[in-house]
């Protein structure tokens, strides 16, 4: 498994890492380093939240800003500063040196210092009887700087988790004689003892959560300092150059994984705390090559194995557990990654190019083996460098949020939150951080991709800082417009405004006179907000007015679905949200706090007189145009929110049939009692739905009188029996007297056109019926049954 592309790699493969999006931006950090790398060179260095901690091959400590400019020196060693280590706090730092010594400062000063003093302490080792002093004095700048002389080169130095929450204040120590030392600093006496020798210098170390790990010539080994034992030990992988040429790469990517970077590999181990089972045979390259110790109570397993064609010079791991952000160093004659850099913002320009030597490499891999992104970096003076001369200390100075790279690729950046990385050579600072939102837009926009852009600003519009959301919002709503999408146009300014409130209405008011502008309100109108924001009143008039004489049937739509103007609009406690459904047809009172979206009563007198013009033109057809239905609709709308329910009743029941507003026209007579007004117009109620109409006039008799009905449907011989039979089914006892005994006569003859099949029962039932009168059309009847039976072969028996 390879992370890297090979020097096979043809033309084309390189052509889409051009279209890709860049995941990372490089930016070269001055200041002081200037200054630094004018006289000296950077051997080491350590970053926090507030600063940098840098060491020099000159011996010098110094604090600086992130950003390169000079804070203060700490301290002065001899000789080459090896590691520099900071807390989490960071008002305690570490160094240690090729002179032997390693310093702890406290950048607060103490209270009550005193002059410099040496106390001895007594320092217990099981393989070494030489003592050591411990020099305590006030740092010229503030604070106080505990210095311990070790008379050897110490390489690493790293301060437990916590360091200053604690009383008995560790830190681990190993250099050139092969020792790897945990000194205790009690409040007389220090405690020192060493936990290994004997394979070599100890190159690095790392602490966390009690875990001790370090790397020798042997390979990388985890003690457990809070149960005094050893947990794993990892071989240094077979034709490994020597630790001056390719150091060994330790990060704690978690409290329980440690990734291990060494040469051509990287490993990831996992330790769980606890008692675990015997696990089954290792099957796996991975399992094969990790040496797992059970401690009894911690277990260590190396669950991956990466192997890649450059050398490791630095790794940092990503907040989002599946990530790790690799420096890849290869080596004269690779053939890879010599020519210049494919991505103009990969690149960061230094002193020249070669020919001969690679350009470094920042590859950022998923743990699986999966490469994310590879950018090359064109440092100061790489030409020279060996794998050991680069350094990539990480700041993690807030948690990445939780990602699945599994299904959405994109929240890569989501995993990388909070991470910033330093790249650093001995002459060269390179800060490495993540693309952020401005960073994303901005490069959309330039590809114009409009929709891409949109998306990374929406996905967390409180991150921009440089873009403003309403410019990109407004930019890819005009590449719709220009393409003449504009539906689609309409739905996304639906969707991005919506809920938007106030900040939005200025943006509201602008595309409604867009779309106005190219003739296509009718796209935009169903989506215009009518509370929160509120737009101007002229704009809601200016859509009733292009549907008034373009389509009124979406003038029906938008009074039945817009808040009803009233005749006195009272103000309410709260303010109604707009939905994205329609209201239902029938009228219902709405309680906001602003003023009319349209003058309700202009708007009748203008409907009016328009519906008045169109009937008098349709006066020769048979029947009115579907639009003239819809104005009278829409004007009896308005009548009914402005309380005058009498006109309104009046529309529909001119409309009859083609009424579409049914059930509402039925509820506006039982709920105001306009009894009087459907007295007259009873065909006209029944064409409405004849159904509803019957079952009304039957249950209300006291308003509206048999005889008045039966009068009014004389001519409308169906209707008339709809009617009659429904007073037999459910007035039987009122209709069933002398006073309709007329009504029976007549009704026998409907029965026999329309129902014959409740003729007999109706006989039955009936009081009044005169049968020498109705014999006729019995028989009639009956005939029409003889002849009928007839042609179907069935005989009638006489």
């Not at 002093?133 to 110490?154: D, L, M, W």
């Not at 696990?279 to 991956?304: C, K």
Request: with cysteine; hydrophobic share 40%; proline share 4%.
């Amino acid at each position: 498994m390879s992370s890297a592309a090979t020097a096979s790699d043809s033309q084309e493969t390189k052509e889409p890492v051009t279209l890709q999006e860049p995941l990372l931006k490089y930016e070269r950090v001055g200041g002081h380093f200037h200054a630094i790398f004018k006289d000296d060179s950077l051997s080491c260095i350590a970053l926090h939240v507030n600063f940098v901690c840098a060491g020099t091959y000159g011996g010098n400590v110094l604090l600086l800003e992130l950003d390169g400019r000079f804070i203060r020196r700490l301290h002065q060693h001899y000789k080459k500063v090896n590691q520099v280590c900071i807390d989490e706090t960071g008002q305690y730092i570490a160094s240690c040196s090729d002179d032997g010594t390693v310093a702890v400062y406290t950048l607060f000063p103490a209270t009550g210092a005193s002059a410099a003093i040496d106390i001895s302490g007594n320092k217990h080792s099981s393989n070494q009887n030489k003592e050591k002093a411990r020099q305590v004095s006030v740092s010229s700048t503030g604070g106080e700087v505990n210095i311990y002389n070790y008379f050897s080169a110490v390489y690493a130095v790293q301060l437990e988790d916590r360091y200053a929450m604690k009383r008995e204040k560790s830190f681990a120590c190993g250099g050139v004689s092969g020792q790897l030392i945990i000194n205790k600093r009690g409040w007389i006496i220090d405690k020192e003892s060493t936990v290994h020798e004997g394979e070599g210098p100890v190159q690095l170390i790392r602490w966390k959560d009690g875990l001790v790990a370090w790397a020798n010539d042997w390979g990388v080994k985890v003690y457990d300092s809070e149960n005094d034992q050893r947990v794993t030990y990892i071989e240094r992988p077979p034709n490994c150059p020597p630790m001056e040429l390719c150091r060994c790469h330790l990060e704690w990517q978690s409290n329980d994984v440690l990734l291990v970077a060494w040469a051509h590999t990287l490993r990831v181990v996992t330790f769980k705390k606890g008692h675990a089972e015997q696990p089954a045979s290792p099957t796996s390259a991975a399992a094969l090559d990790a040496v797992e110790h059970q401690s009894g109570t911690i277990t260590a397993e190396v669950v991956a194995l990466l192997t890649f064609d450059f050398f490791v010079a630095g790794i940092s791991p990503w907040g989002g557990g599946s990530v790790v952000s690799v420096l890849a160093f290869r080596p004269p004659g690779s053939g890879s990654s010599t020519g210049p850099p494919t991505s103009k913002s990969a690149r960061i320009e230094g002193e020249g190019e070669s020919g001969e030597m690679p350009y470094p490499e920042v590859h950022v891999v998923r743990l699986d083996g999966k490469q994310v992104s590879a950018d090359l970096l064109n440092l100061k003076g790489y030409q020279r460098l060996r794998a050991s001369d680069y350094m990539m200390p990480t700041l993690r100075y807030a948690h990445a949020h939780p990602s699945d790279l599994e299904t959405d690729p994109s929240s890569i950046y989501d995993a990388g939150y909070g991470q910033l990385v330093y790249v650093c050579t001995p002459k060269d600072v390179v800060i490495c951080r993540l693309r952020d939102a401005d960073d994303r837009v901005q490069w959309a926009l330039a590809r114009k991709q409009y929709d891409r852009a949109l998306d990374v600003a929406l996905h967390d519009p409180r991150a921009l800082r440089r873009v403003v959301l309403t410019d990109v919002l407004e930019t890819y709503l005009g590449d719709l417009l220009r393409h003449k999408l504009f539906q689609k146009t309409a739905e996304e300014i639906h969707r991005l405004f919506i809920g938007g409130g106030e900040e939005y209405a200025k943006l509201w008011e602008k595309y409604v006179y867009v779309f106005a502008q190219r003739g296509q309100l009718s796209a935009i109108a169903r989506y215009m907000p009518t509370a929160s924001p509120r737009l101007p009143k002229v704009q809601y008039e200016m859509v009733l007015k292009h549907f008034l004489d373009s389509d009124p049937g979406q003038l029906l739509e938008l009074i039945r679905k817009w808040p009803k103007p009233r005749r006195q609009d009272a103000p309410a406690v709260k303010q109604q949200t707009e939905s994205d459904n329609s209201v239902a047809p029938e009228y219902t009172e709405t309680t906001h706090v602003f003023e009319p979206l349209y003058d309700a009563q202009a708007w009748i007198n203008q409907l009016e007189t328009v519906v008045r013009r169109r009937r008098i033109a349709e006066a020769d057809a048979e029947r009115l145009s579907v639009e003239t239905m819809y104005l009278m609709e829409a004007l009896a709308e308005l009548y009914t929110a402005t309380e005058q329910y009498d006109h309104a009743l009046r529309i529909y029941l001119s409309q009859g049939e083609f009424c579409s507003n049914k059930d509402f026209a039925f509820k506006l007579i039982t709920e105001h009692q306009l009894w009087s007004l459907v007295a007259n117009k009873v065909v006209n109620l029944m064409r409405i739905d004849k159904t509803i109409a019957v079952r009304m006039l039957v249950n209300q008799t006291e308003q509206l009188k048999i005889s008045d009905i039966v009068t009014q449907l004389e001519g409308e011989p169906e209707l008339l029996h709809t009617y009659l039979h429904e007073l037999v089914l459910h007035r039987l006892g009122e209709y069933n007297s002398e006073i309709y005994s007329a009504l029976h006569e007549k009704q026998v003859a409907l029965y026999a056109e329309y129902a014959p099949d409740f003729l007999l029962k109706f006989l039955q039932t009936s009081n009044f019926v005169p049968l020498e009168k109705v014999s006729d059309v019995i028989l009639q009847y009956f005939i029409l049954l003889t002849t009928l039976f007839a042609s179907l072969g069935v005989q009638v028996l006489q």
